[in-house]
């Protein structure tokens, strides 16, 4: 029974660590640009040599 207690407390500071992650990755404005990364293989460089 000790080990279902720990289990539970263990997967809900996991579940909060990951809470923390993607809220700081939203204000460091990781998904800001979700158009542009998926279209700028279309392009083609002009700088590459």
């Known amino acids: 029974m000790i080990v279902i207690f ?6 809900l500071l996991l ?3 990951f809470l923390f992650a993607f809220i ?3 204000k460091k404005g ?3 640009d979700d ?3 998926s279209v700028r293989i ?3 460089d ?3 040599i």
Do not use: R
């Not at 720990?6 to 997967?11: D, K, P, R, V, Y």
């Open 42 to 44: 279309l392009f083609d």
């Open 24 to 26: 700081w990755a939203v």
């Open 15 to 17: 579940a909060v660590g």
């Open 6 to 11: 720990f289990l539970i407390g263990f997967s």
């Open 35 to 37: 158009y542009t990364p």
């Open 30 to 32: 990781q998904y800001d």
């Open 46 to 48: 002009k700088d590459e």
